[in-house]
Structure formats: C-alpha cells, structure tokens
C-alpha cells in the first residue's frame, strides 16, 4: 500500500460519503486513487486542477454508477485514467470490464494498475471505440468525457449487443445532447434515451448519465 496522501494540500481529503458509494471495496479505491493522485499528472491522465476535487468530481462521480451495472459484460470506451470503468470494476468485481483505449501509455497504466489491484474481472484493449474487436457483443457500454453524443454513439452503440445498454455520463447539456442526436439515435437504434441524476441524496454532486436501450 502506498504512503497515504490525506494530509497533502493539494489532494482533496476522502469524503465520508465514499464509504456510502464503495462499501467494502473503499480500501482498493483508497489505493487506486492515491495511485492517480501521485502519477496522473506526470503521465498525462488529469490536470493539476483536479486534485483538489479528485474525489468529489471524478471518483464519487464514477462509483455511484456501479446499482446500474447489470451482471455479465461492460465496456467502457475511452478509459483514459481508468474513470469512469476501473472505479466499475473495483466496486463491482462480480462484472467484466473491458476498457477500450487507444493511446499506449494510457493502456499501460490501467495495465499496470488491473495487476496492482490484483484485478482479475479486467481485459485492457488497445483501441479506439469504433475499431475495437471483441469476442462477443457487450451487455453495457459506458463513456465519460469522450465527446458529444450524436459522435459518441457511433462509437459505442456498435458494440452493444440487442437489448443492452449505453449508460453514457454527461455535464449539465446532456438533455441538448439528446435533442441534437435524433437523427442518430434512430440510426443506431437507441430508444428510451434519457437523462438521470444518479446519486442524489448520496454524494454532494450527483452524476448525470445518458441511459439507452440498444435494439439490433
């Protein structure tokens, strides 16, 4: 286990509310954090801005996802950091978590950190969204942070199998995003697109997701 970084002034403190989130997983997320804080500036995964809001902004706001999770296979395209699907697989180890990324050293460290967590429920695949070869079709494909939804869908949607799911988080414009993607939202086959607040009476800062239902 790495030194602890609470007391740093520039690391935001763990917030109470991430034992309510992550239960008896919160030790592992308590590393795997500690491990961004420490490394994902110098390797290009966050901002030196986002330190004092680490927890609060990007951990918290990718583990109150997890009750949406269904058992069986997720993929998450554009892992980047590992936000929002390695926080996934540690908080829900019943579920497969393929992590699709296309830069090389983003692909090594959530490599580096799926063996350091002693993660047996990953597979890291170097690859963009839309290029990506999987063994089956996923049950649910999740994105953070990758691009606008009327792109993005062409790039997970496909990857879904009939009768799954894109669980797709997105800032204050995601109902706009809906609004402007129709056309590809019939394309693709998407129906009952919505918007959710996920964590709300929970976390300080609740995630807003783009939820959809994949028809082949």
Not at 57 to 84: C, E, F, K, M, T
Not at 96 to 122: A, F, K, Y
Not at 181 to 199: D, N, T
Request: zero cysteines.
């Amino acid at each position: 286990m790495t030194e602890s970084l609470d007391h740093s002034p520039a690391l935001e403190r763990e917030p109470a509310e991430a034992s309510v989130v992550f239960g008896e997983r919160l030790t592992v997320v308590r590393h795997f954090t500690e491990s961004l804080a420490r490394h994902g500036e110098e390797r290009g995964l966050i901002g030196p801005l986002e330190l004092p809001r680490l927890w609060t902004r990007h951990i918290l706001n990718s583990g109150v996802l997890s009750p949406l999770v269904r058992p069986g296979h997720l993929g998450d395209v554009g892992s980047g950091a590992g936000l929002p699907g390695l926080v996934l697989a540690i908080a829900r180890p019943d579920v497969h978590v393929t992590l699709i990324e296309p830069m090389e050293r983003r692909v090594n460290w959530l490599s580096e950190q799926v063996e350091e967590l002693e993660l047996d429920n990953v597979s890291v695949v170097r690859a963009r969204g839309e290029d990506a070869v999987l063994p089956q079709p996923l049950d649910q494909v999740t994105a953070r942070a990758v691009s606008a939804l009327r792109k993005l869908l062409k790039v997970t949607a496909p990857l879904v199998r009939d009768g799954g799911e894109l669980l797709l988080l997105k800032g204050a414009n995601a109902q706009a995003e809906i609004d402007a993607a129709q056309k590809e939202l019939r394309k693709f086959r998407i129906s009952r697109p919505r918007v959710e607040l996920i964590g709300e009476g929970v976390i300080a800062e609740p995630t807003r997701v783009i939820r959809g239902d994949v028809r082949a």
